[in-house]
């Protein structure tokens, strides 16, 4: 089992002709990524392998790539009756939300209902926002 793992940074530390496409000679001090491990074979990404013995490990964590993927999430207002607070989004207009609120209510429910508004008019900020 090798001491280095895919993934690796490794610098060159004992000088050897390497095949590559064609023979080069490997300089002392070049840092590469192991990118295969075969055998007794560490391929890297250079296109040139070397043997344990041949290697260093200078640090065993790479940056990841960047990606131009990224995970999004957002918030939105669905439909539904929240406490008496009967929120409807469909056949209205573009960025306009449907809000109605039962006036026949005790303080616990007025107080539930202050908090449905502003919650739904943080999500409204933030979708002005996003245009």
């Given amino acids: 089992m090798s001491k280095f793992k895919v993934g690796d940074r490794v610098r060159v530390v004992k000088d050897g002709e390497r ?14 990524q192991v990118v295969r491990i075969s055998g007794y074979e560490i391929d890297t990404d250079s296109g040139w392998f ?15 790539p960047a990606s131009p993927v990224r995970t999004v999430t ?25 809000v109605r609120f039962d006036a026949t209510a005790d303080a616990q429910s007025l107080r539930e209902a202050a908090r449905i ?15």
């Avoid at 590559?20 to 590469?32: C, E, F």
């Avoid at 070397?50 to 990841?64: K, M, Q």
């Avoid at 943080?122 to 245009?131: N, R, S, T, Y």
């Fill in 19 to 32: 095949y590559g496409g064609s023979w080069h000679k490997v300089p002392i001090g070049h840092v590469v």
């Fill in 50 to 64: 070397f043997h344990e013995d041949e290697i260093e490990l200078v640090t065993a964590t790479v940056t990841p």
């Fill in 74 to 98: 957002r918030r939105e207002i669905v439909d539904g009756n929240y406490n008496g607070v009967e929120i409807s989004v469909g056949g209205v207009p573009w960025g306009k939300k449907r």
């Fill in 117 to 131: 508004f502003n919650e739904i008019a943080d999500v409204l900020d933030e979708e002005k926002e996003d245009v």
